[in-house]
């Protein structure tokens, strides 16, 4: 089984912090996604990387950043937080080959809240 | 550009009910992925079902079946008989052959709440 994981599931953090998510798989996957989720939005893409050291922005990139030093690791960054980046953030991987190409699998989520 | 339309916000069954959640997308793209995800109030996407765009056959698992119809861009999630646990928000997903890193469209979400 396909396997993401989250560094938290809650995060509580004060205005201009800079504040880490961190996002493992276990499957050897070559795409991660980082996701924010907010009620009446859907799920919108902040970036996402198909390979190591490479990136790519998404919907809504702005305030944030991320780092993919690892295959199976990928880091979202919130250089300051603010108050409207309080929301749910999720990771997905997927992978490029050919049995299972596009689809998603997502972690469990970390609920951060920004005061 | 694609384009996945949820248009139930909610809906509310009681157990034991039958019920169908829409989904219709839009793609210029001959050759794509439509997916199902559950999302349970613990918050983590599940996913549920993966088809691609050659294949229309109607698929079945357990209480859950998909309907496929191309020619009308829909792909529709049936719950037979519904349990309490059913109880989520479901979003319908669209994935295309030039889409870069393979990324995700998101239709808005269905949230289903299924009473005793």
């Known amino acids: 089984d396909v396997k993401v994981t989250q560094s938290s599931r809650y995060l509580v953090k004060r205005t201009g912090e800079k504040v880490f998510l961190e996002c493992v798989q276990d499957?050897?996957?070559?795409?991660m996604f980082w996701y924010r989720q907010d009620p009446g939005l859907g799920l919108r893409l902040i970036y996402f990387?198909?390979?190591?050291?490479?990136?790519e922005k998404g919907d809504i990139p702005e305030g944030y950043s991320v780092s993919r030093e690892k295959k199976e690791r990928f880091s979202l960054i919130l250089e300051s937080a603010s108050t409207n980046q309080t929301s749910m953030y999720l990771c997905a991987s997927s992978s490029s080959g050919d049995r299972d190409t596009d689809t998603q699998y997502f972690g469990p989520g970390t609920r951060l809240t920004v005061l | 550009a694609q384009k996945v339309t949820q248009a139930q916000t909610e809906i509310s069954v009681v157990e034991k009910e039958d019920v169908t959640l829409d989904c219709v997308y839009e793609t210029r793209d001959t050759t794509y992925y439509l997916f199902w995800y559950k999302q349970p109030p613990s918050g983590e996407l599940v996913f549920l079902i993966r088809r691609n765009s050659f294949d229309e056959q109607n698929e079945i698992s357990g209480r859950y079946s998909w309907n496929f119809q191309k020619s009308t861009s829909s792909f529709n999630f049936t719950i037979t008989a519904s349990q309490v646990v059913d109880s989520a928000v479901y979003f319908c997903a669209l994935s295309g052959i030039n889409n870069a890193g393979n990324m995700l469209t998101f239709g808005g979400g269905t949230r289903l709440m299924v009473k005793p």
């Open positions: 499957m050897d996957h070559e795409n």
């Open positions: 990387s198909y390979d190591v050291k490479m990136k």
